[in-house]
């Protein structure tokens, strides 16, 4: 297994054509033109700079799927990644015929999904130079899925790259076998001044509110962006940083448990309403929906479990989005108590959360840097406990309980 790593002190740069949304990664970058360079046998460029299987790792925003499809666009571009063309155009945009992405919106990746890619990946490309699979989030795949993917991998088609997502925190949950087949390409956390620069460049944002913005998503840029963006957010973020100072009583800790569940339902029931109804209404029509005669009533009848097994994966959908809306909630918590233990420590590091100052120093006047390490601990254990199938409102509950008692 190789592993590429990134160096902290990388300048902020704007980079032409499919690369420029990639925030604060320059030297990785560099490894990926080096790679599609090696496509196009350029002189003085090895051709072991191009491999069959990567792996991109990195904290939580820090690009690894942008990364990765900036990478399919300049493999499938004669131009290395104009950013313009057609192939470029597709890939970023998802409709590219040679390029097949694996979003996982439920919970895991199955081994029927996994196997249908897999055959489809040992075509030979339509359009362009490549077949490219591209699997978000690949530390989702079932065991059945990673040994479908596995033998994919160890004896790839010629013309086939597989571009392969895990957070840098597990990935350990991407099978040993699978990695030691990959490159790995590890990305870094992007600084506030690449953040506040994209932010300004790529969506017109004012140049306070993106400092802003920047300052306080932990490098996170698509998060910096929705804070930026959205006063909900911003709404959002502000309540669960006033969580420490509301703990006072063990009443304290039931109404905080429920707001907190409360409020990631609704934000995930209000998203998953705007898109099922849609889906629930496109697949009806496409199965005849609306139709007359005998031949419309027994379409009707045979769609049933079509359009049951859609409900089912929607539930799934919004079952993950409730819980990845209540991940960033304690996400944010998470970094308030880091502050406490940056600030009771003295360390001369900038803070997660420099806008909430006062409540840090005066929890770090309270609990300490002890405190706080046991607080942290157990928001860790609490996300563990969701993702483990515990139900939320008694994980959440039992944080809530460390959180007042310490």
Known sequence: ????????????????????????QGPAIAVLRAAVAATHLDEGVPTSAMTHAWLFTGPAGSGRSVAARAFAAALECPDRGCGH????????????????AVNPEGLTISV????AVVQEAARKPSTAAWQIVLIEDADRLTEG?????????????????????APSTHPE??????????????????????IAEVLQRRDGIDESMARWAASVCAGHVG????LARDEESREKRSEVLQIPAQMRSLGDVYVAAASLVDSAKGEAKAMSDRRDAGEIEE?????????????AVGAARGSAGIVKELERRQKSRSTRTERDVLDRALIDLSGF??????VASKASIPLTNPDVLGDVEIAAARIGAEGALRRLDAILACREAIEANVKPQIAVEALMMRLLTG
């Open 145 to 165: 899925a990673s040994n479908a993917l596995l033998k994919a991998v160890e004896e790839p088609p010629p013309h086939t790259v597989f571009l392969l997502c």
């Open 337 to 342: 108590y880091r502050d406490v233990v940056v």
């Open 283 to 295: 697949l009806k029509m496409s199965l005849g929906a609306g139709g007359t005669g005998k031949g």
């Open 1 to 24: 297994m190789m592993t590429v790593g990134t160096h902290p002190d990388a300048a902020v740069e704007q980079e032409p054509g499919v690369f420029g949304d990639l925030v604060g």
């Open 112 to 115: 029927k999904e996994m196997r």
């Open 223 to 226: 998060r910096a962006r929705r």
């Open 173 to 194: 949950d991407v099978s040993v076998t699978i990695r030691s087949r990959c490159r790995v390409l590890a990305l870094q956390t992007p600084s506030v001044d690449a």
């Open 85 to 100: 063309c057609s192939h470029c155009r597709t890939v970023l945009s998802g409709t590219h015929a040679d390029v097949r």
